[in-house]
Nanobody, 122 residues
Framework: QVQLVESGGGLVQAGGSLRLSCAAS????????MGWFRRAPGKEREFVAG????????RYADSVKGRFTISRDNAKNTVYLQMNSLKLEDTAVYYC???????????????WGQGTQVTVSS
């Protein structure tokens, strides 16, 4: 069992930056592939970024490539999402997710956090 707790969301102006964190419980964090997803009002949940347990491979949605960076610190059981050049359309609830194995899925994860709100204003 893995429990995930996101933090770092908030209100930011367009063009600004935020860094989200996701703290995971459990001693096997380093064996999980981690992902970030988001759900905007009235829209389906979408994949944002993922990182393999080894940290040597990442994957991004086209909409965030070049602006967002996912990273992890296995010693701290934490995964991060650095978000730069934020746009109005990045406004959403952001969720952290974990799945066993070393494949970065864009939809199938075993554990989910409660989410953190990110609001980008003009």
């Amino acid at each position: 069992q893995v429990q995930l707790v996101e933090s770092g969301g908030g209100l930011v102006q367009a063009g600004g930056s935020l860094r989200l964190s996701c703290a995971a419980s459990g001693r096997t964090f380093s064996t999980y592939t981690m992902g970030w997803f988001r759900r905007a009002p009235g829209k389906e949940r979408e994949f944002v970024a993922g990182i393999r347990w080894s940290g040597d491979s990442t994957r991004y949605a086209d909409s965030v490539k070049g602006r967002f960076t996912i990273s992890r610190d296995n010693a701290k059981n934490t995964v991060y999402l650095q978000m730069n050049s934020l746009k109005l359309e990045d406004t959403a609830v952001y969720y952290c997710a974990a799945r066993q194995g070393n494949y970065i899925s864009t939809d199938t994860y075993d554990y989910w956090g409660q989410g953190t709100q990110v609001t980008v204003s003009s």
